[in-house]
């Protein structure tokens, strides 16, 4: 922890001493050492949104951990990594994201730029509608909501429902986005099933399983410093 905060306090110090007048202009030199700086950090960020998800229980409700962590931090910097869950006949999946972007400044709570961070992902579903992959594609207006964690730290949150007909079925996603500057991260939960299928249960038990995997962390393991 003291590391990161030490590799953070340089790298602003840093990005200081570059800026003329509170921004950047167009001749201004950055020092050629900063993009180091960032790797590590990103390294670091990296290492805690792992260990995130391994904390993630193995079973969440009636569904079971479907296979280990995908990573997409590899081919692209700041796609983090994710881990998915499935019912024991596939109808019900649930995929959890964790990722900052390459951007150190998430701070918890509904900020514009979670909510940028949000509609970016939800983008997704309007490409796949392109493409053909799904068809009729109806995307709720999100909402705000706040949940608390067992320790009884409150939690605020974006969240919105997708409507969609893949393969002649329509089947909803529950997508949510919840912002944590613990893990200088978002992390995202999206939770498919079929039209018919009452979820407000599973929403919740999905909810409460990837905010108290957060705060289970051991200490010294928290990313607990911001811009």
Do not use: W
């Not at 180091?36 to 969440?60: F, M, R």
């Amino acid at each position: 922890m003291k590391k990161i905060a030490s590799l953070l306090l340089v790298f602003c110090l840093a990005s200081c001493a570059a800026d003329t007048d509170g921004f950047h202009g167009a001749d201004a030199v950055v020092p050629a050492h900063i993009p180091s700086l960032t790797e590590k950090v990103q390294k670091l960020v990296v290492a805690q949104q792992e260990n995130y998800l391994e904390n993630l229980p193995d079973e969440i409700s009636s569904l079971k951990a479907d296979g280990g962590i995908s990573v997409y931090e590899k081919n692209s910097r700041g796609a983090g990594f994710s881990r998915a869950y499935k019912n024991e006949d596939g109808s019900q999946v649930l995929t959890v994201f964790v990722y900052n972007g390459f951007d150190f400044g998430v701070s918890d709570g509904v900020t514009e730029q979670a909510k940028t961070a949000f509609d970016a992902a939800l983008s997704r579903f309007k490409t796949y509608e392109d493409t053909g992959l799904y068809k009729q594609v109806k995307i709720a207006d999100p909402l705000t909501r706040e949940m608390k964690s067992r320790t009884g730290k409150a939690y605020e949150f974006l969240r919105t429902t997708v409507s969609f007909v893949r393969d002649g079925e329509r089947r909803v996603s529950y997508v949510a986005l919840i912002p944590s500057r613990k893990l200088m991260s978002y992390v995202r939960l999206q939770l498919t099933y079929p039209n018919s299928f009452k979820a407000a249960k599973l929403q919740n038990a999905a909810l409460r399983a990837v905010i108290n995997a957060a705060e289970d962390l051991p200490d010294e393991e928290h990313v607990a410093v911001g811009f």
